[in-house]
């Protein structure tokens, strides 16, 4: 299971820091990333890290604004928020699978954390 958590609302410039436990049957193997999904649009990549933490990838659309790490021994990922502006208001889902951008390549999915940003 993964459990995300650290969404709300931020005006926009702000940042804000998402957080994501897995437990269970989720191995700290496995990549680990963002999607969000904004309301009336399909699920987007936002960024991703392999199970080592060397190789991290974003979209373009968040790419010198937010930055993915993971702390193994703590079985998280994290998503620090800079700069935010409106366009990044979604619902941000934490995800654990292959080393991609791509929705099919990810089997296991948080519930989501809501993240609000005002302009």
């Known amino acids: 299971q993964l459990q995300a958590s650290g969404g709300g609302l931020v005006q926009a410039g702000g940042s804000l820091r998402l957080s994501c436990a897995a437990s269970g049957r989720t191995p700290n193997t496995y990549a680990m990333g963002w999607f969000r999904q904004a309301p009336g649009k399909e699920r987007e990549f936002v960024a991703t890290?392999?199970?080592?933490?060397?190789?991290?990838y974003y979209g373009d659309h968040v790419k010198g604004r937010f930055k993915i790490s993971r702390d193994n021994n703590k079985n998280a990922v994290y998503l620090q928020m800079d700069k935010l502006e409106s366009e990044d208001t979604a619902v941000y889902y934490c995800v654990a699978g292959s080393l991609g951008v791509h929705v099919f390549e990810y089997p296991y999915w948080g519930q989501g954390t809501l993240v609000t940003v005002s302009s």
């Open positions: 890290i392999n199970w080592s933490g060397a190789n991290t």
